[in-house]
């Protein structure tokens, strides 16, 4: 969860002639499934897919639907900081996880920017990757729903960790197999005491 303090204004009434004060808001923002989907259900855009092409409008929406604090104004979501959205957006690229996978970097390395991120793999069957589509993916793995609060990258990792062990076995190429059998009988031999 990350909490940001959005600071209080001051503005001029001129009705009253009076200076007008707004207290700060303390933001609780949780970037989730269950987020997703409110946004999605809403612009009816794959989150996803839409992350570089997004308006400010929807950007903005979706802090709103990730917003966990009851009762917040909508005006608040326009006085975010600079420094504010690049927290916001360093939080939602965070792992979140120890977890990381062959040919890809570390999450506890430190990023290279020459080198780009690696790409989700393409979902199966051509199927775009939405929030249904999630939520079919966990379930299918036995992952419990009050798992769509979690962070996000976090739900994604297990929900590829639980499709790489549920995957078939990769066939081994002739070369692998013969390389086995030779390992076998060589221990075969040790154990026997023979020469073959």
């Keep these: 969860m990350l909490k940001l303090t959005v600071a209080g204004e001051q503005s001029w009434n001129p009705r009253t002639e009076e200076f007008?004060?707004?207290?700060?808001?303390?933001?609780?923002?949780?970037?989730?499934?269950?987020?997703?989907?409110?946004?999605?259900?809403?612009?009816?855009?794959?989150?996803?897919?839409?992350?570089?092409?997004?308006?400010?409008?929807?950007?903005?929406?979706?802090?709103?639907?990730?917003?966990?604090?009851?009762?917040?104004?909508?005006?608040?979501?326009?006085?975010?900081t600079r420094e504010q959205l690049t927290a916001i957006n360093e939080y939602m690229d965070d792992p979140m996880t120890a977890t990381w996978f062959a040919g890809e970097p570390k999450p506890n390395e430190p990023k290279d920017k020459r080198t780009a991120r690696p790409k989700r793999r393409p979902p199966r069957g051509g199927t775009t990757t939405t929030a249904e589509v999630l939520y079919a993916q966990m379930f299918a793995l036995g992952?419990?729903?009050?798992?769509?609060?979690?962070?996000?990258?976090?739900?994604?990792?297990?929900?590829?960790?639980?499709?790489?062990?549920?995957?078939?076995?990769?066939?081994?190429?002739?070369?692998e197999r013969m390389s086995q059998q030779r390992a076998l009988n060589a221990q075969r031999k040790a154990k026997m005491h023979t020469r073959g």
């Design 20 to 80: 007008e004060y707004t207290k700060p808001v303390e933001l609780r923002l949780e970037h989730s499934l269950l987020s997703l989907a409110k946004w999605e259900s809403k612009w009816h855009v794959p989150f996803l897919t839409s992350s570089g092409s997004m308006t400010r409008e929807q950007q903005l929406d979706y802090i709103r639907c990730m917003t966990v604090t009851q009762g917040t104004a909508p005006a608040v979501y326009r006085k975010l």
């Design 143 to 175: 992952i419990p729903k009050e798992c769509e609060k979690w962070h996000l990258n976090r739900l994604l990792t297990l929900i590829r960790v639980g499709q790489e062990m549920n995957a078939p076995q990769k066939k081994m190429t002739p070369g």
